[in-house]
């Protein structure tokens, strides 16, 4: 049901990297009712200048994209200057832990109209009833909680992935190894290969390094799944998985894997 036409408008920056996810934003706006688009911004820099040059009401935060991310653009303009916010984001189960924990309200994609509006209201209470004030407290323990050295349970142990039309969830205890391919990461599980995007650096924060170790610049490897190391050239190693594949260990990594 769209909003009340005396309803304040509140004026609204929509942040994402993916064309798509700004339209299904501005779509779900529109068919509400009761905001003006003053500004979408495709990364976190932009959304930085967006929200301190134009002051909006509300932000809606993509949280995973190259570069800045979503928690970087709230470090960049403060929480003491941030709007009413939104998140948006792929299945993510420590940011939404995170969220939730904090009273933050978020949108997972992808999402219905009903999910949408719920949000919309929460946003549009804390904007009408000027609650800044709660909105700074949750905003800064968000960030506080985000650099804290995380607990043996709270690393991430499944990846909702997109295959075709639908969604699947893998368990990382599932997968052989994830590379990089730009802003992208494949994961590797047996036969399977798909495609998620995060960047290996993001991905690698959130795996239990008693699991996972990085052993080149674009590969993370399960270290269940290596059957041992061999000398290569130039000081590098090759790591034999227990299936017979490959993977090669640069010598910036192999200290890691000598050591354990």
């Not at 301190?52 to 190259?66: A, E, I």
């Not at 994609?109 to 009833?129: C, I, Q, T």
């Not at 290569?232 to 594949?245: E, F, Q, S, T």
Request: glycine share 6%; proline share 4%.
């Amino acid at each position: 049901m769209a909003m009340h036409e005396r309803t304040p408008v509140l004026r609204t920056v929509i942040v994402d990297d993916e064309p798509l996810a700004r339209d299904c934003v501005r779509l779900a706006l529109h068919r509400a009712g009761g905001a003006q688009i003053v500004a979408e911004c495709d990364n976190g820099e932009k959304a930085v200048d967006a929200i301190l040059r134009l002051g909006p009401d509300l932000v809606f935060l993509d949280v995973q994209m190259p570069g800045m991310d979503g928690f970087d653009v709230i470090d960049a303009v403060g929480p003491d200057r941030m709007p009413a916010v939104v998140f948006v984001t792929a299945f993510d189960e420590h940011a939404l832990h995170a969220f939730e924990v904090h009273a933050l309200d978020y949108i997972l994609k992808p999402f219905d109209d009903s999910r949408f509006h719920d949000a919309l209201r929460h946003a549009r209470r804390f904007v009408e009833n000027g609650l800044d004030e709660q909105l700074r407290t949750r905003l800064k323990l968000l960030l506080e909680e985000r650099t804290r050295p995380r607990e043996q349970d709270a690393y991430t142990t499944r990846i909702m992935v997109r295959v075709r039309d639908r969604f699947r969830i893998v368990p990382v205890a599932d997968v052989d190894w994830f590379e990089a391919a730009g802003n992208y990461v494949r994961i590797r599980t047996g036969k399977d290969c798909f495609l998620i995007r995060r960047t290996l650096t993001s991905l690698g924060n959130a795996l239990d390094p008693s699991r996972f170790a990085r052993i080149h610049r674009s590969t993370i490897v399960n270290l269940d799944r290596i059957r041992e190391l061999q000398p290569a050239a130039g000081g590098d190693y090759v790591a034999m998985l227990k299936d017979g594949r490959k993977l090669r260990v640069s010598r910036a990594f192999r200290g890691r894997l000598i050591r354990d």
